[in-house]
């Protein structure tokens, strides 16, 4: 006999899923860094909207993982410039004082969410998780140029679909100069990419 589910609670349960592997992935990074601020931003700043084996991949071991916690400086950049906050500092670097100062700083990250917002979603199940990949060279490019070419409105929205479908590489911002928008193709590298992708947030900076 086939299960009907109504659509509405399909959709609830997709959603529940993708925020407990986004949730997941923040504790890996909690983990493998000792930092809340960190893991904070990751769970409620971004979103990564993979299939089953490429989540699977997502270990504190693993390279993406490793690239992903990295990126979140440029997050913690963009925070401190709009908003005068370093939330590293705030956290403080003795394993006490971080415990202190979780909830605080939690509540710092969680309130940036109107000003910041980053999205990606990679083609598939699966994603190359090697040394440097593609998907994740995206994911960096993007975070390190709205980090050093601050839009003029000091908000960001940003969503990058890596699809297999894709023959080249696309970027736009909207009228408020505050969602980008980009699509990359998943396998192959389209030439200069990185050029597109820096124009895209220029064009938003502020003068």
């Known amino acids: 006999m086939k299960l009907t589910i109504p659509t509405a609670t399909a959709l609830l349960l997709v959603s529940t899923v993708a925020r407990a592997d986004t949730k997941e992935l923040a504790e890996e990074i909690r983990d493998l860094t000792s930092n809340n601020y960190v893991a904070a931003t990751v769970e409620s700043l971004m979103s990564f909207k993979l299939g089953a084996k490429c989540w699977a991949k997502l270990t504190q ?3 993406p993982t ?7 400086r ?4 963009f925070a401190k410039a709009v908003t ?13 004082e971080k415990a202190k100062n979780r909830a605080m700083v939690e509540a710092k990250v ?3 969410k109107p000003t910041f917002s980053y999205s990606i979603k990679v083609d598939g199940d699966d994603c190359d998780d090697g040394h440097d990949p593609l998907w994740l060279q995206y994911h960096m490019h993007a975070l390190q140029n709205v980090s ?6 000091k908000k960001a929205s940003i969503t990058i679909e ?7 590489f696309t970027g736009s911002v909207d009228k408020s100069g505050t ?3 980009f699509v990359a193709p998943k396998e192959v590298a389209p030439a200069k990419w990185q050029d597109q992708m820096l124009a895209t947030f220029k064009k938003a900076a502020r003068k």
């Open 148 to 153: 050093e070419n601050m839009p003029r409105a």
């Open 162 to 168: 890596v699809s297999a479908k894709a023959k080249k």
């Open 61 to 63: 071991e693993s390279r």
């Open 110 to 112: 969680a309130a940036f």
């Open 74 to 77: 440029y997050v913690v950049d």
């Open 179 to 181: 969602v980008f928008k």
């Open 84 to 96: 005068g906050d370093d939330w590293s500092t705030l956290e403080g670097s003795g394993t006490t």
């Open 66 to 72: 490793g690239l992903i916690s990295t990126s979140t």
